[in-house]
């Protein structure tokens, strides 16, 4: 373990893991990820929505590839944009033969999954000889039977046994090039089978709240359970789960780095939730602000506060920050008061003081 930044808590390291361009655990930042849900028979539209996740600054990118003529969508994808590409792979190891042939970055699958020692070991073969890592994806949902009977229920320890069953397969032929996700629906569960998976592995870990459900739950439940589990100094990738446009588990993945307090490039917006001392429009305000900084890259922070109670003090904890009063509000830039903005124009004012910064 050691200090990752300044903050109250350890990161675990983790051994490093190069997928593409991006090398995750050690001392290496915490990668965004997400998945492309175009169906994979529309190549074009997998390579626009690619092309759109990548704008949003999706570090690695997963598809899914259920057969070997799928790894053409894996190929096409990997040509149009500048982020590692992982396959999404399930029973078919023929697939992930494929997929190796075309140059994808990683392949996610489950050694277990797809029959006897000599399809396990063509895959690793193949993964040997182009350095390609493969993640075990090991899900609460599909447990072996072997294991599900053995425990009665997808408990944490059930599903770190899955995954240590999965890692074995793997290293019985001298692979080691790893990475291990152990996802659940339940939050309790999923971050107590992280706690103890970690405890016993140094291979990278993929953080995530699996079937999280819809856009709202899925966002409290991720927030939940990745940012606790980073706040523990657990997790090297993560990806928010979403019934939403890939680009918003982007966005969602990035907001709950920024919250658990590590550096993230573009600017935070922060408000007071208002009350009935509120005499100037806070919230249209900071949606605003948030709205018109989106695309920003400076690292800063923005404070919309609501009143002369807290948000002085507030704004003064910010890079550049209001605090308003009837018709008015007070500009802090770096904790010092300077002026007052006043008229019906306070937002265009304040959006001109922070283009300044």
């Keep these: 373990m050691s200090k990752n930044r300044k903050g109250s808590f350890m990161r675990q390291l983790k051994r490093e893991v190069k997928i593409g361009n991006v090398t995750i655990g050690g001392k290496n930042p915490v990668a965004v990820q997400t998945m492309l849900n175009v169906p994979v028979e529309d190549i074009e539209g ?3 929505q690619a092309k759109r996740c990548e704008a949003a600054g999706c570090q690695i990118l997963r598809v899914t590839c259920p057969s070997p003529a799928d790894a053409k969508c894996i190929e096409a994808v990997k040509n149009a944009v500048n982020i590692p590409i992982v396959a999404d792979i399930h029973f078919d ?13 990683k392949i996610r699958i489950n050694p ?36 599900l009977a053995k425990y009665g229920a997808p408990t944490p320890e059930a599903m ?25 629906s339940n939050v309790p569960r999923m971050m107590e089978a992280y706690r103890q998976l970690s405890a016993v592995t140094d291979y ?56 658990v307090g590590f550096p993230v490039a573009g600017p935070e917006v922060i408000t007071c939730p208002t009350c009935g001392r509120t005499q100037y429009p806070c919230t249209q305000i900071a949606n605003e602000v948030e709205k018109r900084l989106q695309g920003c890259k400076k690292s800063i922070k923005v404070a919309v506060m609501g009143c002369v109670v807290n948000g002085p003090g507030e704004a003064r904890e910010a890079d550049i920050g209001i605090a308003g009063g009837k018709g008015e509000a007070v500009l802090f830039i770096h904790g010092k008061p300077i002026k007052k903005l006043t008229g019906d124009n306070i937002l265009d004012q304040f959006m001109d003081e922070i283009y300044k910064l």
């Design 93 to 105: 190891y023929k697939a992930a033969l494929a997929c190796a042939d075309v140059g994808v970055d």
């Design 112 to 147: 277990g999954n797809i029959g006897d020692d000599d399809r396990v070991k063509a895959v690793v073969d193949a993964c040997q000889r182009k350095n390609i890592p493969i993640r075990i994806g090991v899900n609460g949902g599909s447990l072996e039977k072997h294991i």
């Design 46 to 48: 997998n390579v626009a």
């Design 160 to 184: 770190v046994e899955s995954a240590l069953y999965h890692v074995r397969l793997l290293e019985k032929f001298d692979f080691n090039n790893i990475v291990i996700s152990i996802k659940n």
């Design 204 to 259: 990278p870990l993929h953080v995530g709240v699996t079937e999280a459900g819809t856009y709202q739950m899925g966002l409290l439940k991720s927030g939940m359970g990745i940012g606790g589990m980073l706040l523990e100094g657990i997790g090297d990738t993560i990806r928010v789960s979403l019934a939403a446009e890939p680009e918003k588990e982007v966005e969602a993945g990035y907001n709950i780095l920024r919250a």
